[in-house]
């Protein structure tokens, strides 16, 4: 999309083979551990991008797909997109395996990094000691690059690797990305959660394919859009239980998701337009809704092979309101993430949804639309005495939250407290994001 545009520092990329630590470094320099790491080949598949900083310099650190020369779906969709992303980085890492040694494959991966003409530096990995140095990088020097030897294990060599980097970017100004929504997309496998980031992005930074399950690690992007700024965090699919892999990188990879859900602003729960919303959806909404978080539930696929699109739309709103009945005031966006149709219309609701997160009322109007509500329907007899209110305020945005005085909070029943809940929704109009309203013990001259 013309109007979208990428917000990036000055970058640096880790290339290399299959299971040489990659990812490790990629956790090491961004202090994080975004990118999972599993002492097996291929658990990378997509590029993850994480901000880092050395003394006084910021830099972008993206982590890439193992390099192989296989001829597989996947090891060809990670070489394309490898070769893209050295067109627009400005350095790059190449870590070898010193365990391993110098490999046929190794020299293939430099080529395409020499061919890209960037600036390079070799860290041969997995040199458990200083004894080792000069015997297990020996090797590697015939390859006449600058070589570091490195355990990024036990973080040995990756001070002079940070160094190295330091001196490529140069002097850099401190970038801050204001007025930020975070964005998490989540969904179960092949919904189209990586065709939609994609298309936002406008760029092929995730692997896309027919196979469930190929995005394994939650993964943040930055871009613009007009005069807002998203931070767009694309995760593994949520599969239910009994589906998931035995090796253990599904349930990190489940932990990821729920983590991003955690830190975003807005979800967008990705279905699959041509099943429709499921069961395990609804979990997964339940999960967000657990979380008090914005949620705009996006139909997918929902142009693929239907003549009579407003009927079919129609049929889905219906099953929507079936399976999702107890939040039946979730905004609800059709697109084609493959076709970029509905992307417009996704960012106006996000834009909506933002507006309601936000909003914020006085005080005093607060308690004159209370005074109202409870003349009208005064809260259940606790016991043997009424409840009574004394005053309201707002305690928090994103989400509106209010706090309401009482003689006896615990009289306020749950359907009470979702009776003024859904007042205030429909007073200020706030369909479609979480409202909270809590009570509390307090003396004072009754509403």
Not at 81 to 109: H, I, M, N
Not at 119 to 134: C, F, G, M, R, Y
Not at 237 to 243: E, I, S
Not at 369 to 386: E, M, Y
């Amino acid at each position: 999309m013309s109007s979208i545009k990428t917000y990036r520092l000055k970058n640096v990329a880790i290339i290399g083979r299959p299971n040489v630590g990659k990812s490790t470094l990629f956790n090491i320099l961004t202090d994080s551990r975004k990118a999972l790491v599993k002492n097996q080949p291929g658990v990378t598949r997509d590029i993850r991008y994480d901000k880092a900083s050395w003394r006084d310099r910021q830099f972008e650190v993206i982590d890439t797909g193992g390099l192989t020369d296989s001829n597989d779906i996947f090891s060809q969709l990670i070489k394309e997109q490898v070769l893209e992303l050295l067109k627009s980085v400005d350095a790059v890492v190449f870590v070898t395996d010193a365990r391993a040694g110098l490999c046929p494959e190794d020299r293939d991966v430099l080529k395409i990094i020499k061919k890209a003409n960037k600036p390079h530096i070799v860290a041969v990995n997995k040199i458990d000691s200083h004894t080792d140095l000069d015997t297990l990088t020996y090797e590697f020097l015939e390859l006449g690059e600058k070589v570091i030897g490195c355990s990024f294990e036990n973080r040995f060599g990756t001070t002079d690797v940070l160094e190295w980097i330091y001196e490529q970017i140069g002097e850099q100004v401190m970038v801050e990305v204001p007025n930020l929504i975070t964005l998490a997309i989540v969904g179960k496998p092949n919904a189209g959660k990586s065709s939609l980031t994609n298309e936002l992005l406008g760029e092929n930074r995730m692997l896309v394919s027919e196979v469930a399950g190929t995005t394994t690690d939650s993964i943040d992007s930055y871009i613009q859009r007009g005069d807002r700024q998203y931070c767009i965090v694309d995760t593994a699919g949520l599969r239910k239980k009994n589906k998931r892999r035995k090796d253990g990188l599904e349930m990190l990879s489940g932990i990821q998701s729920i983590k991003s859900i955690k830190r975003a602003d807005i979800v967008l729960l990705v279905v699959d337009g041509l099943i429709g919303p499921t069961d395990q959806d609804a979990k997964v909404l339940n999960e967000v809704i657990a979380s008090h978080k914005g949620v705009i539930l996006v139909v997918n696929k929902s142009d693929v092979g239907r003549k009579e699109i407003d009927d079919y739309r129609q049929t889905l709103r219906e099953q929507t309101a079936d399976t999702f009945h107890f939040f039946d005031d979730i905004p609800v966006v059709f697109i084609s993430a493959k076709l970029g149709h509905g992307i417009n219309e996704l960012f106006e609701c996000i834009e909506e949804t933002w507006r309601k997160l936000n909003f914020r009322v006085s005080t005093s109007d607060l308690n004159d639309f209370f005074i109202k509500v409870i003349r009208r329907a005064p809260a259940p007899v606790a016991g043997t005495k009424n409840v009574k209110f004394y005053y309201a305020t707002q305690t928090q945005q994103r989400p509106p939250s209010f706090m309401a005085f009482a003689n006896r909070p615990d009289g306020v029943t749950n359907a009470y407290r979702r009776f003024l809940v859904n007042q205030i929704k429909e007073n200020w109009n706030l369909k479609g994001v979480p409202v909270r309203v809590f009570a509390i013990q307090n003396k004072g001259k009754e509403l």
